[in-house]
C-alpha cells in the first residue's frame, strides 16, 4: 500500500511538472556547496508575476519583524518562528535524518519537510536523535510540513499521517502545498486542525494572485506564512506587496537560487564582490540577504559542513549600498514558470528522487 501511494504521489508530481513549459535539461552544479537541495514546489499557471524592482522600503517593513539576535520572528498568530531553517527537499529518508541531526546540533531550530518528499519519518527520526542527545526539546524545533494536493479531500486524515509519520503530536506549521485541487476544503480541515491543537499555524505555498484573493474570500484564520521561490534574482515583490498588509510572512524556497543553479548565484559578481568584501561565501551573502530583507529562509543540505556555514551569518551585516546592489539583480523572474514574461522554467526534477519515491523508500 506504501509502494501505491507514493506511486499515485509521483504520478501526480510529474502531472504538474509537464504542465510547465519549455522544460530544459539540467544536471546538479558543481560549486564550494555543491549539493545546496533546496526546498522546491511548482505553482499554478494561472497567476501572473510580472518583473518588479525590489523596494527599500518593503524590504525594511518586513526585515522589522525580525529579531536576529533571537533569530526568530513573531508570525501574525503570535506564535514565534525561526527565520533560518533547513529544507529536505530531495533527501532521502536516511539523509533527512542524518541533515536534520547535524542541522539542530549546529543550532537550527527549524525543519522544512512536505508528504510529497516521502521522508517525513527520517525527519522525525533525526529531530529524535538530537532530543535524545540532549541538543534540543521538541519546544525548541518547529517542524513545518506540507499537504499534497492528492490529499486535499481527505485533508484530516492526511493530517493526522503527517503526525504519525514525523513521530510529533503537534505540527508547528502545516502549509497547502500547491493551490491546485479543492484547496478550500483542505484549509477549512488545517482551520480546524488549530482549533484542536494538532497543528499551531497554518499557511500556504505556491499561492499567487488569483489563488491568494480566493483562498482569502473563504478563509476565516489568516495564513501566517506564504512560502515561494524567492531569492536575489526572483525577489517576489508583487505578492510580498500584497501579503504584507496581512502580516503574513515571506519564506523562501530556492533561496540559494534552485537546485542545478546555485553556480550562477554563487559566481555572481555582485555577490561575489560583497562575499569578499567581509570574508564569507557567496551562500552567506545571499542567505544574510534573506535576513535583512525579512525573508524566512530554508537551504537545504546532505553535506554537515554546509549546514553549519549555511548558518553561520549572524556575524556582519551588509551595507545599504551593497543592499542596493543587490536589489539591482531582480529580474521577476524565477525557476518555474508561473506564467510571467520570460520565465526560464528550468528545473526538471531528479530522476533518482522520483524513483525512490515510486519505490517507497
Known amino acids: 500500500m506504501k509502494k501505491i ?20 535539461n539540467i544536471s546538479p552544479d558543481s560549486t564550494a556547496q555543491s ?32 529579531d536576529l539576535e533571537k533569530q526568530t520572528v513573531t508570525l501574525n498568530n503570535g506564535e514565534e518562528m525561526p527565520v533560518i531553517g533547513i ?5 532521502s529518508d536516511e539523509q533527512a535524518e542524518n541533515s536534520v541531526y547535524w542541522a539542530l546540533r549546529a543550532g537550527y531550530h527549524m525543519i522544512d519537510t512536505a508528504a510529497a518528499y516521502g521522508n517525513e519519518a527520517g525527519v522525525g527520526r533525526g529531530i529524535q536523535r538530537a532530543i535524545t542527545d540532549g541538543f534540543v526539546t521538541r519546544e525548541d524545533v518547529f517542524v513545518t510540513t506540507k499537504l499534497w494536493p492528492a490529499d486535499y479531500n481527505n485533508a484530516d486524515a492526511a ?17 497547502l502545498h500547491q493551490a491546485m485541487g479543492d484547496y478550500e476544503a483542505a484549509y477549512k480541515a488545517m482551520e480546524q486542525a488549530v482549533a484542536d491543537g494538532r497543528v499551531r499555524s497554518i499557511g500556504i505555498s505556491n499561492f499567487y494572485e488569483e489563488a491568494f484573493e480566493n483562498l482569502m474570500s473563504f478563509a476565516t484564520i489568516t ?36 537546485r542545478g543553479h546555485t553556480q550562477e548565484m554563487f559566481s555572481n ?14 551562500a552567506q551573502v ?66 533518482d528522487w522520483v524513483e525512490n519515491r515510486a519505490n517507497g523508500s
Request: charged residues 20%; glycine residues 8%.
Open 35 to 66: 549539493d545546496p537541495i533546496e526546498t522546491e514546489s511548482s505553482a499554478s499557471s494561472e497567476d501572473t508575476i510580472l518583473p518588479t524592482t525590489g523596494s527599500k522600503e518593503l524590504d525594511d517593513a518586513y526585515a522589522a519583524g525580525f
Open 159 to 175: 493530517i493526522n499521517a503527517r503526525l504519525d509519520a514525523l513521530g510529533v503530536e503537534y505540527i508547528d506549521l502545516l502549509l
Open 87 to 91: 529544507g529536505t527537499f530531495m533527501l
Open 223 to 258: 495564513p501566517a506564512v506564504l512560502q515561494n521561490e524567492m531569492n536575489p534574482t526572483y525577489q517576489q515583490v508583487p505578492m510580498r506587496e500584497i501579503i504584507e498588509e496581512y502580516g503574513i510572512r515571506s519564506e523562501a524556497w530556492f533561496p540559494l537560487g534552485g
Open 286 to 351: 545571499v542567505l544574510r540577504w534573506h535576513m535583512q530583507v525579512g525573508s524566512i529562509a530554508i537551504p537545504g543540505s546532505s553535506n554537515e559542513d554546509h549546514i553549519k556555514e549555511n548558518i553561520d551569518i549572524f556575524g556582519f551585516a551588509l551595507t545599504e549600498e551593497e543592499m542596493e546592489q543587490l536589489r539591482g539583480l531582480d529580474t521577476g523572474v524565477g525557476t518555474y514558470d508561473f506564467g510571467q514574461a520570460g520565465a526560464s522554467d528550468r528545473f526538471t526534477g531528479d530522476s
Open 269 to 282: 559578481p555582485v555577490i561575489v564582490q560583497i562575499a569578499e568584501n567581509h570574508g564569507v561565501s557567496s
Open 5 to 24: 501511494i507514493s506511486m499515485l504521489m509521483v504520478v501526480t508530481f510529474l502531472v504538474v511538472l509537464a504542465a510547465c513549459n519549455n522544460r530544459q
